[in-house]
């Protein structure tokens, strides 16, 4: 499954920015699929994840209230909306897509993902 996020760019704070994610094959409506972020010099993190079918979204401590998953079945999408922005939401993101549905346990960890995105970085200045 080839996975290919766009959508970031340079925003300024309070704004809000849309991420997309497509994938080659059809996973989104049987698989979790989720969002990590990395900045500099720093680990790769959660941000949101959502299993598809339960009804369930997981957002991080640090986005939440902030974000919200939705897809798009007919384009095999699925999109990150962020709100509010704030400078340490600088950061690359990913879109991380799972061979199969995983516990809500398991969606903030990113070595159950099988399938990873090349990443579109987010840029938050004044």
């Known amino acids: 499954v080839k996975v290919v996020e766009s959508g970031g760019g340079l925003v300024h704070p309070g704004d809000s920015l849309r991420l997309s994610c497509a994938a080659s094959?059809?996973?989104?409506?049987?698989?979790?699929v989720a969002w990590f972020r990395q900045a500099p010099g720093k680990e790769r993190e959660f941000v949101a994840g959502?299993?598809?079918?339960?009804?369930?979204?997981i957002t991080a401590d640090s986005v939440k209230g902030r974000v919200t998953i939705s897809r798009d079945n007919a384009k095999n999408t699925q999109s990150l909306l962020l709100n509010s922005l704030k400078s340490e939401d600088t950061a690359v993101y990913y879109c991380?897509?799972?061979?199969?549905?995983?516990?809500?346990?398991?969606?903030?960890?990113?070595?159950?993902?099988?399938?990873w995105g090349q990443g579109t970085q987010v840029t938050v200045s004044s």
């Open positions: 959502r299993r598809w079918g339960f009804g369930s979204t």
């Open positions: 094959e059809p996973t989104f409506s049987t698989n979790t």
């Open positions: 991380a897509v799972s061979s199969r549905n995983l516990i809500a346990s398991t969606i903030p960890s990113k070595n159950a993902y099988d399938y």
